[in-house]
């Protein structure tokens, strides 16, 4: 399947609706199926086995066991540290508060994890924060125009303007302070679009900045 042409700059909403569609279309279909033990969990939080497999969905296969041990390390020094941490961010009352009370926890105080689990638990609410997403998003940023007031795309282009996540070489890490306009952003999509959050979460990732 051949991947979907650039945006121009005059995109509008159909165009936007109809690139972000075909690039989630590139995402494994069944990869997420691992997650499904997990998602939405009813006690209010997370535990350790739930941080063990949104580990092994998030990172290369060299790094899964490592990283678990991080987290089981910390849970069998910080009994019911996890449950409280993830409470705590599921019920935040904005994104910043979110990541910021996973901080504690091995490997969630990086935005990439962190907001991975927040994903998990809400789709509907959160999107997944990474590299390959924050290059999509400069992408995008940086192809569509400026539009009046009045535009469908207003919003979405002013939201988008004020994205300005730091490079690093050739990359734009995820940084804690980004994460809000990111939010912000994609919610702002969605919104124009009817896009759900996740097909917008798919389409930044598989598209990597193209």
């Known amino acids: 399947m051949p991947f979907p042409r650039p ?97 504690g926890i091995p490997n969630f105080q990086r935005p990439a994890f962190g907001s991975a689990l927040l994903m998990v638990a809400d789709p509907d609410r959160w999107t997944t924060f990474d590299r390959m997403a924050n290059e ?13 007031r009045g535009d469908p795309l207003h919003d979405v ?7 300005r996540p730091n490079r690093v070489g050739n990359n734009y890490p995820a940084q804690a302070a980004d994460w809000p306009i990111y939010m912000e952003c994609c919610r702002a999509i969605s919104t124009v679009t009817w896009l759900s959050l996740r097909t917008i979460d798919r389409a930044l990732f598989e598209a990597r900045g193209r």
């Open 136 to 148: 999509s998003l400069v992408r995008l940023r940086d192809t569509l125009a400026v539009r009046r």
């Open 7 to 103: 945006l121009s700059p005059e995109a509008d909403v159909s165009d936007l609706a109809s690139w972000l569609t075909e690039w989630s279309l590139f995402y494994p279909s069944d990869y997420d199926e691992k997650l499904l033990k997990v998602a939405r969990p009813p006690a209010g939080g997370f535990v350790l086995r739930d941080l063990k497999i949104i580990i092994g969905w998030k990172s290369e296969v060299r790094f899964v066991r490592s990283r678990q041990l991080q987290v089981q390390r910390y849970d069998a020094a910080h009994p019911g540290a996890i449950l409280r941490s993830t409470t705590a961010a599921l019920t935040a009352a904005g994104d910043a508060a979110a990541l910021q009370a996973l901080r």
């Open 157 to 163: 282009c002013r939201l988008l303007g004020a994205f």
